[in-house]
């Protein structure tokens, strides 16, 4: 009887002896053990924190370039969107016929990080995020929209929109004092670009669902906001 006990003790303990594990080997030996590799191969960047990795520093990068003012002639605004990429140990493509073949590549070697449980939270599992069998399930599903034939006839509606969008902006400035206005064209080219899906996909105008797309943006928004505070479990 007292084995017995003792065995469903031990079983009992195996579950959170192997959370622990996994815990240690994740957190504290994996990334520690990957840092020293690279720093062995001369790559260097931020150290690595419990629990909190190296976004604590990102944060700050991003922070102090906040407020940096670009030249209007300099298109190299890496520095000023994302500095923590020079910081930072990564590899970065920009030859197309090698993005290509390793995007197309079924190797196996170049799968994609798993995603925060916050973003599948706003946007859900698609295509973007699956890898594999689900990415391959999903592009059969989806690939018929997107044929070239289809594409082709979607651009009289989006010469619409676009064209409307246009018309719009000229009549805000005919009714302006010195026919002149100021534009943010960041949301001009969002509203645009949700103008063009509904229209493509749902057959009606952005106006009609504006206030989905603002929610969603929102949301995206608020996900930007905190995506390199550290998650606690329960806490969300």
């Known amino acids: ?20 594990a996994y ?30 990795g ?57 799968v994609k990080n798993d995603p ?23 592009h059969r599903v989806i690939k018929p929209a997107f044929a070239m034939d289809k594409l082709k006839m979607m651009t009289t509606t989006m010469l619409a929109c676009a064209q409307s969008m246009i018309k719009e902006l000229e009549n805000q400035a005919c009714q302006s004092r010195n026919g002149e206005i100021e534009v943010d064209f960041n949301i001009q080219f969002r509203e645009l670009t949700a103008d063009v899906i509904s229209h493509a996909a749902f057959g009606s105008s952005y106006k009609l669902g504006k206030e989905i797309f603002q929610k969603q943006h929102d949301l995206m928004a608020i996900y930007l906001a905190r995506l390199l505070d550290v998650k606690i479990p329960g806490l969300k």
Request: net charge neutral; proline share 6%.
């Open 23 to 52: 815990t240690f080997l994740r957190l504290v030996w994996r990334p520690y053990a990957i840092g020293k590799e690279l720093t062995a191969q001369g790559i260097h960047g931020p150290p690595y924190r419990l629990g909190r």
């Open 116 to 138: 925060p449980a916050t973003l599948l939270g706003v946007v859900g599992k698609g295509l973007a995020l699956l890898d594999g069998i689900d990415w391959v399930r999903h």
């Open 54 to 110: 190296c976004n604590d520093d990102t944060k700050a990068m991003k922070e102090e370039t906040d407020g940096l003012a670009l030249d209007v002639h300099d298109h190299n605004d890496l520095p000023r969107i994302a500095p923590h990429y020079l910081s930072t140990p990564r590899i970065c493509i920009f030859d197309y016929e090698l993005a290509r073949q390793i995007l197309s590549s079924k190797s196996g070697h170049f």
């Open 1 to 20: 009887m007292a084995v017995l006990m003792l065995l469903a003790a031990l079983a009992a303990l195996l579950p959170a002896a192997a959370a622990v």
